[in-house]
């Protein structure tokens, strides 16, 4: 009953996380905005009556509300999108004897951790990967790619696959996901206010009043350069911050994703096997991008961090390395059949 | 006062076995639905059978033996009643299907036509559904046990109807020994 305890602890810590995540995400986009408006606003306070003075925060309005709608597109529509940017197709109707066993390992997976069965998606990409997707377990998705297929035998195919349903079970997914559609809007976000500034610095150094008027706030305005270089550096930290921020909750996940997963089928050396094929096949999964790359078993886009350890790669990489997984389920596994030996031989 | 003390811990003992009696019922039921978990998949099972040894009739004719004892197995297994009854029966139906698809790899010819790979992999799977499904019944089951018989709880056990469940066990060390399928179908022909 404490696997059922901490199971529950795991759900409510995503959901709390979720949450969290929401509320600095809207927070963040309205600092943005109104950060801007009061940068502006404090820039022309000094200017003559005749010009223009920002008083109303327009942009704090439409950011804010922008994150809103993000969020509210994120919840509603964020797996489908996640699905939709990999181009996999849901498997409905399995022809093939590999789609056939796919859908017979999920039933398997469902009916092992309790949970519905899950929509499953094929991948379109040679590199062996596999990810799940979705806000609750009743509305899973798991997706898996045709490589993954091809080079996976049927139990570590039921290893990956645990794994995967795991994150579902946990509630991972909801958290995955969210992050995955909120790092792209930031990383958008960021990349327009940018290009926003540096328009509104041509115009402003193009028109007649912009140089004096920079030049008579010399004394009134370091609190406006203050707010704008903390506006500016916001702009610049937020995509990395945003992306370490996923990176880190990522990490953390997988060890206890391989955990549960290795539960589920009660074999864990499969699914570390499984692990050493995926990091053998060293050609990156280019049908998933950087945005998503947190939600896989393993990172698409292997750099030297994935098989590193060390300070770097513990903050930038998106999954621990695959040695340090496969040596902890062999572990597992070695304790299992210790446990088994003994069970027998009394 | 006496009698106002006497009525609170009246109603508050009756509270509390409405509340252990409701709970009683849930785990049973849970039982009883772990049970037809692993009856679907069961079911399924005897289906699947007769398919595979009208697959592989034809050309293992000489095999008569092992597709007799196959036959039997799944008519004993079908026939059975009870977790203990059912439990035996269908571990002697894998054993059977087991010693049925060693022979099978010596007819190459046999899995070159695909059929008998699909066949072998629905009754890989639906023995690994029955297995899981297995997992859960047991752990509800014995859930249901040690609720039943803790006390104070097993006050209220009989008039719940409370029995203890029977656990889907696995008798002697072959049967734990899953047979070694091959599942080499994922691999490219050699």
Known sequence: MSDEANLFAQQEANRRRSTWLVVGFILFFA???????????????????????????????????????????????????????????ELVDPATPEQRQ??????????????????????????????????????????????????????ELQGVVAHEMAHVQNLDVRLMTLLAAMVGAIALMSDGMGRMLRVGRYTGSGGSGGGGSRGKGGKGSPLALIV????????????IVSRILAMAVSRKREYLADAT??????????????????????????????????????????????????????????????????????????????REAAGSGS | MA?????VVLVAVAFWGIGVYNGLIALKNQ?????????????????LVPNLVNAVKGAMDFERTTLEAVIAARTRAVGATGVKQTARAEG????ALGRLFALAEAYPALKATGNIAQLQEELTSTENKIGFAR?????????????????????????????????????DATERAVPAVDLSMNKPAT
């Not at chain 1, 280019?286 to 939600?295: K, M, N, P, S, Y």
């Not at chain 2, 009698?3 to 009525?7: A, G």
């Open chain 1, 31 to 89: 600092w943005v905005g109104f950060g801007g408006d009061l940068a502006i606003g404090l820039l022309t306070a000094d200017a003559p009556p005749a010009d223009y003075h920002h008083v109303v925060p327009v942009i704090g309005i439409l950011t804010t509300l922008l994150a809103g709608g993000i969020c509210w597109y994120s919840w509603r529509h964020g797996p489908e999108r996640v699905l939709w940017a990999t181009g996999a197709r």
């Open chain 1, 102 to 155: 796919l859908a017979n390992v999920v039933e398997e997976m469902a009916i092992a951790s309790g949970l519905p069965p899950p929509r499953i998606w094929i991948v379109p990409d040679d590199d062996p990967n596999a990810f799940a997707t979705g806000r609750d377990a009743a509305g899973a998705s798991i997706a898996v790619t045709e490589g993954l297929l091809r080079t996976l035998s049927r139990d």
């Open chain 1, 228 to 239: 704008l270089a903390l506006w500016l550096l916001t702009l610049v930290v937020a995509p």
């Open chain 1, 261 to 338: 997963g290795a539960q589920f089928t009660r074999n864990p050396m499969a699914l570390a096997s499984a692990l050493e094929k995926l990091a053998a096949a060293a050609a990156p999964t280019r049908a998933i991008t950087r945005g998503a790359a947190h939600l896989c078993i393993v990172d698409p886009a292997p750099g030297l961090l994935s098989a590193r350890e060390g300070f770097l790669a513990d903050t930038l990489a998106s999954h621990p390395p695959i040695r340090q997984r496969i040596i902890r389920l062999e572990g597992m596994g070695y304790q299992r059949a210790k």
């Open chain 2, 3 to 7: 009698t106002l003390i006497v009525l």
């Open chain 2, 31 to 47: 039982v009883a639905n772990g049970w037809k978990q692993i009856d679907v998949q069961l079911k399924r099972r005897h289906d």
């Open chain 2, 92 to 95: 002697e139906l894998t054993q």
């Open chain 2, 135 to 171: 997992q859960l019944y047991n752990d509800v089951a014995t859930q249901y046990n040690t609720r039943q018989m803790q006390f104070p709880t097993n006050l209220i056990a009989g008039v719940a109807k409370a029995a203890p469940a029977e656990l889907w066990e696995i008798e």
